[in-house]
């Protein structure tokens, strides 16, 4: 049977990866977004597993709204980085550094 126990050991692998994407991957864009997002994942396995062992639906509402923002900043972010990409024909991010505004 699969208890809390269980969740949240998924719940820590999928944070500790994403983690350690972020470190080991600091010049691709695509993959500090998508590491982000397998972060959010995290949380929310978190929020679920522990609604149900309450029995309280908060949690799960709660993870409803992150996957609202989650969509809506991957979305955003996505055409930022199209945008940027066509005016400097990359996306590394050492050169984004030098942005101006």
Do not use: P, W
């Not at 609604?51 to 996505?78: K, N």
Request: aromatic share 10%; glycine share 6%; hydrophobic share 60%.
């Amino acid at each position: 049977m699969i208890t809390l126990h269980h969740y949240l050991i998924i719940g820590l692998i999928l944070f500790a990866l994403s983690l350690t994407g972020m470190i080991i991957n600091r010049r691709n864009v695509i993959m500090l977004l998508m590491c982000v997002e397998l972060l959010l994942l995290a949380v929310n396995t978190n929020f679920v597993a522990f609604a149900q062992y309450f029995g309280d639906t908060s949690g799960e509402i709660f993870v409803f709204f992150i996957l609202t923002v989650a969509a809506v900043e991957a979305a955003i972010g996505l055409a930022i980085l199209v945008l940027l990409y066509r005016r400097r024909g990359s996306i590394d991010v050492e050169e984004m550094r030098t942005l101006k505004g």
